[in-house]
């Protein structure tokens, strides 16, 4: 009988394998014990270009490929360290200063460790993909060393040590082998001992720097770092607050101002079992003392109402509530509160004797209350909550600018560092409590800073700033906000997308020889009188049309669009990128594609006189518009002609105009008003949004102004038949991909959501609106007219719109095929098709498409329902973004339009509160408040009849008004204090016909 | 909680500190159960395999000698022990997987042995899974070679598997993916991967498995470091054949 023990000493490579045993716990609550193989090694390199011993031995992919040596032989130096040093951060230092770790200024040549990494991974995730994404740029040399498998560094957990000492113990180790290696290595090649680099331990953590100095590890805070170097003050100002600041507060033993929250495992048994809610943190745009959260298990928000309710919930926060007694239900506020308004002179230094809800905040709420309570027999008053805990802080980088009453007149020139109040652009987020050193410097200008934290004892998140976006007001600065501020990612494509384009560049054409691949299942239409019909000065065409009529007396009509897909294939670098920007946004002077220039306004676009490549949906069509078949297939086609919207429309008018390609357009008008005819039959929606153009000087593009959107009948030409490429692509890749087709949808709204809007019209014009079905809904719209004032239809249209519920991406095989419907079209399915330059979502349903029609196999990505659903959470959220970052754009320029000028205008009223109200000017697209206040030097006496949505106002003022009513109002433009936004002014002038 | 596969492409490390194309720690002793007819232990990493054998035998039951064909027939029965998974777990009693692995090495060692001198004959394997991560069957065709040599069952060649897979999973379809070679039980849950057994020192594949879907671009490259990497398990099972060997001739285990 053989034994099967064998004596460790007799396996050669026992002193290179360790295993790693750790317990864990399972979502469902198992313990499980995990042991994992780990082989220790000699041949990581240390990536200094010092180091050849490592050069020898360096690791080789399959492909024989070496990974170059980052850390530079010559790394600069600091007074402290005259040799030149290595950074070597610890998880802490990353933790509370990654900002600073991505400047260009300074830190080069930073040597993390794995062990760092894992941390870092663990402690927040989005930090860890921009540590990851810093490794990745050649520039920063940052190098990931994995000390962990390296045998001279790795550390064994000792009994009875805490798994962080063990961590830091293992950063320590790491620095010190660093050390000698690095000594070694210098030695060997022959250099002198000065030319040996430190590797300086950063870290936070004053424990772990003194076990440095004993263990003989140069080290050394974050902060006496950053101080020794060149540029330190403005770099200082980025190293989060977090520690010092709650040092100083302890020391001050300050009582907690917001209520503590409840521990994770007493929210989720909470929500488990129904006594607590999760949802997402919104905060009502007129009031930031009121947010409202949508939670499954009731059909109506929540209202959380109050400072000390809301407990330092940020919008767009995952929370969790608690509803409160009946007794403290309210309705929803009908007066306007603004920060600003309230707490304009607070002194961000001044911490004592600060209550959370300050007098004059409780003093505003206060009425509130009171006219609740008053009312409470017939209100309706909604149930409110008050949030517990916060399951995922949402914070992002704000945007905004330092509020000048905050900083001390005294030291603004000065270099002290100070607390100064930061305003965000975003008026739902509250001010932020900023320490920074160049208070001097940033005021006036539109600056990035992040939220830190949010303690019990800080009536406001403290964060820190990033960097200076440029003065307030300036074209730069503000259009750079407004990217940053709806994440919109405008940096200049990299080279390894770039890499992606064609190499013929410009030059490329459709191959002359149709036996060339790029032709191959590719029909030739190069005959047909193809056109393109677009706004003015539009660049990137993405569909032409043809129509022809048939010998039968049907017509063929065909939809070309750019065929993307061609030139961006799957899984590069340039479709990745195209996957996270999801759309081109377009601003009013400016325009941030999806893809690079080349493909997007010249090689895809099917621009005139050239031939394209194209994806063509061909249908026979018979003179009542319907369809006989259809017909899907890559193309070669070359367009006649790109007309503009106003030249098709005069084209086709003109009489006289008898060619071939306006005999065509004709066709496809009339086509295109029996199409449009059919859709509403079936209950499609016609809605309304505001849209203004704003013209803007060729040349510097300052604007000089604004016209409202004209209809044309080309318009709803191009819109029908884009309409049908998406319906019938949308149907034809579900059938072929039942699971993973690419889909859009528009869900129903909930009826609650059109309660307020049809109690409005009911009770102000006598109108009924029926909401039970879209068809429905849009005959009422029909109905809702008033003879007086033709506008009135589109106010009422406009209002609707706000009340739908969001069109979204969807992959098919999340959805039951009844949720497919798309409500505003009253499509059975859509998708979208047509605008593959613009839209990633169109991408890929050629992709799909293309598979369908057996042109190419799909690709896997396009296959998984994973990655689909992560790309379809992408590219909706990407989407409303770029429709927000576009209204804003046009928001900002029709300030800068109306600057200096003062109009007077019709307006409409849109909402009343009890102490003002929102006036809507259709010339200019603009909707603004009116504040009580704005109506005299002193502010009127006020009653407000919720009921009949009328506000009085009595003493310094009279005036009545109400909901629908036609104001005249005077336009100015003023800089608005809170936002730093240049902002249009309304002042009423007169009221309606009383 | 160790890093996500996706940092293979920082340092060429693998989850447990391997590069691509190294084969974990292998261990390997024969003649354990000094009862059985032939028997071994193996390690791979931490995958541990018991197998026996029994036979060639004359077959049980009804028939007696005349029963069965010109064959010897080869028969694998697979335990897995219920504390071997992270999870205590009793097996169903016909679990599929399992089945697929006994008729996949049943079928291998039919092809490999010389069956042909045994007729109406049986030779049973027994193999015993004691701790799995990753790499099950071909640590039960390493085990099942030794065993078979110990037991004295002429052979063709041995047998020696290994498993092979990609670095990146098949939706990331990432071209720049490397072949890994001998994965553990985290990867194989992760990666796309196959087991190659190979006849010997040759090229000649006897078992190919493949349940996860990649590229087929991938799959060459996958193949041929499985391949090469059978070789260096052969040469590791060579050497504790010939240690035994060596020790039998100085007379030490008679």
Known sequence: ?994 | MPLDTSTYSLALLRLDGRRWNELRRLNAQISTQAAADGSSYLEMGNTKVICTVTGPAELKGTGGARAGGDKADVRVEISIAGFSGVDRKKRARNDKRVSEMQTTISNAFAQSLFTNLYPHSSISLSLHVLSQDGSLLAACLNASTLALIDAGVPMRDYICACTAGSTSSYSSNDEQADPLLDLNGLEEQELPFLTVGTLGNSDKVSVLVMETRVQVGRLEGMLAVGVDGCKQVREILDQVVRKRGVKILEGSQL
């Open chain 1, 1 to 994: 009988m053989t034994s099967l023990k064998r004596s460790l000493g007799s396996d050669p490579l026992s002193s290179s394998i360790s295993s790693k045993v750790f317990v864990r716990s399972t979502k469902s609550g198992k313990v499980q014990k995990i042991v994992r193989e780990l082989y220790l090694r000699q041949d990581i390199p240390c990536a200094s270009k010092l180091c050849t011993a490592c050069l020898a031995t360096a690791p080789r992919d399959a492909a024989g490929v070496l990974a170059p040596f980052v850390l530079s032989a010559k790394p600069a130096g600091t007074k402290a360290y005259p040799n030149g040093h290595y950074l070597l951060p610890d998880t802490n230092a990353l933790l509370n200063a990654l900002d600073l770790f991505e400047s260009t200024s300074a830190f080069y040549d930073v040597i993390i460790l794995q062990t760092v990494l894992e941390e870092l991974r663990n402690r927040s995730l989005p930090l860890y993909n921009r540590l990851i994404g810093l490794t990745k740029s050649a520039e920063k040399r940052f190098y990931v060393f994995f000390n962990e498998f390296r045998l001279e560094t790795y550390v064994q957990r000792e009994q009875g040590e805490s798994i962080n000492d063990r961590n830091d113990r293992a950063v320590r180790r790491a620095g010190k082998w660093y050390d000698e290696h690095l000594s070694q290595a210098v030695k060997a090649a022959g250099g002198n001992k000065k030319s040996v680099p430190t590797v300086v331990m950063l870290s936070d953590d004053k424990e772990n720097l003194k076990k440095a100095k004993r263990d003989g590890v140069a080290a050394c805070g974050l902060k006496d770092y950053v101080s020794g170097l060149e540029n330190g003050e403005q770099l200082l100002d980025m190293i989060a607050v977090v520690k010092e600041g709650r040092e100083i507060r302890d020391a001050r033993a300050q009582e907690e101002l917001f209520a503590e929250y409840y521990s994770v495992s007493k929210m989720m048994t909470g929500v488990k079992n129904g006594t607590l809610h999760q949802g997402i943190f919104n905060v009502s745009p007129y009031n930031y003392l009121e947010g409202s959260i949508n939670v499954p298990a009731f059909d109506k928000n929540l209202l959380v109402l109050g400072r000390e309710s809301i407990n330092r919930a940020v919008q767009g926060d995952v929370v969790v509530v608690e509803v409160l007694p009946k007794d403290q239900w309210k309705e929803p506020s009908t007066k306007i509160i603004e920060e600003e308004a309230l707490n304009k002179n607070e002194n961000p230094d001044a911490e004592d004797g600060e209550a959370v809800v300050t007098e004059r905040e409780r003093k505003a709420l206060q009425e509130e209350v009171k006219k609740v309570h008053s009312k409470s027999s017939e209100g309706r008053p909604q149930p409110t909550a008050r949030v517990v805990g916060v399951v995922k802080r949402n914070w992002r980088q704000y945007v905004g600018h330092v509020d000048e009453s905050s900083v001390s007149q005294s030291v603004k020139e000065s270099r002290k560092q100070q607390t100064v109040f930061l305003i965000p652009m975003d008026k739902r987020i509250p001010k932020i409590r900023v320490r920074t050193r160049q208070a001097g410097e940033i005021i006036g200008k539109r600056v990035l800073v992040t939220i830190d934290s949010w303690d019990r004892d800080s009536r406001y998140p403290v964060g820190h700033f990033v960097r200076s976006l440029g003065e307030l007001e300036t074209k730069g600065a503000e259009t750079e906000a407004l990217l940053l501020e709806y994440d919109v990612q405008y940096r200049p494509f990299p080279k390894a997308v770039l890499d992606c384009l064609p190499t013929d560049g410009h030059d490329w054409k459709v191959p002359a020889s149709t036996d060339d691949p790029g032709w191959k299942d590719r029909r030739d239409l190069r005959g047909l009188q193809i056109c393109s019909i677009d706004p003015i000065g539009c660049q990137d065409i993405d569909d032409a049309l043809h129509a022809r009529p048939l010998p039968n007396g049907n017509f063929e009509v065909g939809v070309h669009i750019a065929d993307v897909s061609h030139f961006v294939k799957p899984n590069n670098a340039m479709d990745a990128e195209a996957s996270i920007r999801g759309t081109t946004v377009y601003l009013v002077d400016k325009r941030i594609d999806m893809l690079p220039m080349l493909l997007g306004t010249d090689l895809c676009s099917l621009k005139p006189y050239v031939e394209r490549y194209a994806f063509s949906a061909i249908w026979e069509i018979t003179p009542d518009a319907e369809i006989v078949k259809s017909d899907f297939t890559k193309s070669v086609i070359k367009s006649r002609e790109a007309f503009s919207y106003e030249q098709a429309q005069i084209r086709v008018d003109d009489a006289s105009q008898q060619d071939e390609l306006t005999t065509a357009m004709r066709t496809l008008l009339m086509l295109s008003k029996k199409f449009k005819q059919k859709r509403m039959d079936a209950g499609a929606l016609s809605l309304s949004s505001p849209e203004v153009r704003v013209e803007t000087e060729s040349e510097t593009s300052d604007p000089i102004d604004i016209k409202t959107k004209k209809h044309l009948d080309t318009m709803s030409l191009v819109e029908e038949f884009m309409l049908l490429a998406n319906t019938s692509v949308a149907a034809k890749i579900y059938s072929a991909f039942p699971q993973t087709a690419m889909l859009r949808r528009h869900g129903a709204p909930p009826k609650t959501n059109f309660e307020e809007l049809a109690n409005q019209l009911k009770v102000k014009k006598g109108l009924e609106l029926r909401t039970s079905s879209s068809k429905e809904l849009a005959d009422s719209l029909d109905t809702c007219v008033d003879p007086q004032e033709s506008f009135f239809n589109t106010l009422v249209r406009i209002m609707a719109t706000r009340c739908m519920m969001s069109a979204e991406y969807f992959c098919s095989g999340t959805q039951a095929y009844p949720e497919f419907r798309h409500y505003g079209l009253a499509s059975e399915i859509y998708t979208h098709f047509t605008s593959p330059i613009r839209r990633y979502a169109d991408l890929v349903a050629h992709r799909q498409l293309a598979a369908a029609i057996d042109y190419e196999p799909l690709d896997a990505s396009v296959r998984s329902k994973g990655k689909l659903e992560s790309v379809c959470k992408n590219i909706n959220v990407r989407h409303r973004n770029a429709q927000q970052a576009g209204r804003a754009s046009i928001e900002y320029y029709v300030g800068q339009a109306l600057k200096g000028r003062i109009v007077e205008e019709e307006g409409f009223v849109m909402k009343v509160f009890s102490n003002g109200f929102v006036v809507f000017v259709p010339r200019f697209g603009i909707e603004s408040l009116i504040r009580l206040r704005d109506l005299a030097e002193t502010e009127p006496e006020s009653t407000f009849d919720a009921e009949d949505y009328v506000l009085r106002t009595s003493g310094s003022r009279e005036v009545e008004v109400e909901l629908f009513e036609k104001v005249v109002v005077r336009i100015s433009d003023v800089k608005e204090e809170g936002t730093g936004k240049r902002k249009v002014r309304l002042e009423l002038v007169k009221t309606g016909g009383k």
